[in-house]
């Protein structure tokens, strides 16, 4: 159905996840964090992301002066739309990945119907981010005279 990319440090709750994202019928990607998330998305597109905060992330990873995993992930996910999951809901925290183009804060252990509704919204605004993208090139391009 779609790629799906599931990133969490804690492997197990990674993989809970992306079971209930395989019975919905999603392919899943588990990434047991940032590092091996990017290296993911160098080799494969994805078309959302669900990410555990908080992202640990190590220096070299990501470049020198850089230690937020959540950026550096939103900077090579190809537009693709992020969820996040917390183990402890803090409203400013989810204030700010919202304001940072997180489309959806859940809370975990994530609930089955929660999920399957953010993932499902979140491949419709990819969808329509990218039909946005192919409207506004065919603006651009000049008509054959």
């Given at each position: 159905m779609s790629d799906v990319l599931c990133v969490d440090d804690d492997t197990a709750s990674a993989e809970a996840v992306a079971d209930m994202l395989r019975e919905f019928g999603h392919d899943v990607c588990v990434a047991a964090g940032v590092?091996?998330?990017?290296?993911?998305?160098?080799?494969?597109?994805?078309?959302?992301?669900?990410a555990a905060l908080p992202l640990r992330v190590a220096a070299a990873a990501v470049g020198p002066g850089t230690s937020d995993g959540l950026a550096s992930l939103q900077s090579c996910a190809n537009g693709a739309p992020f969820i996040v999951t917390v183990r402890h809901p803090d409203a400013s925290r989810g204030v700010e990945a919202l304001e940072r183009g997180v489309l959806d804060y859940l809370t975990r252990p994530v609930r089955r119907e929660a999920l399957r509704l953010a993932v499902n919204q979140a491949l419709e605004v990819g969808?329509?981010?990218?039909?946005n993208e192919d409207m506004r090139r065919e603006l651009i391009v000049p008509a054959p005279s």
């Open positions: 590092e091996a998330a990017l290296s993911a998305m160098e080799v494969r597109t994805f078309e959302a992301v669900i969808r329509l981010r990218r039909e």
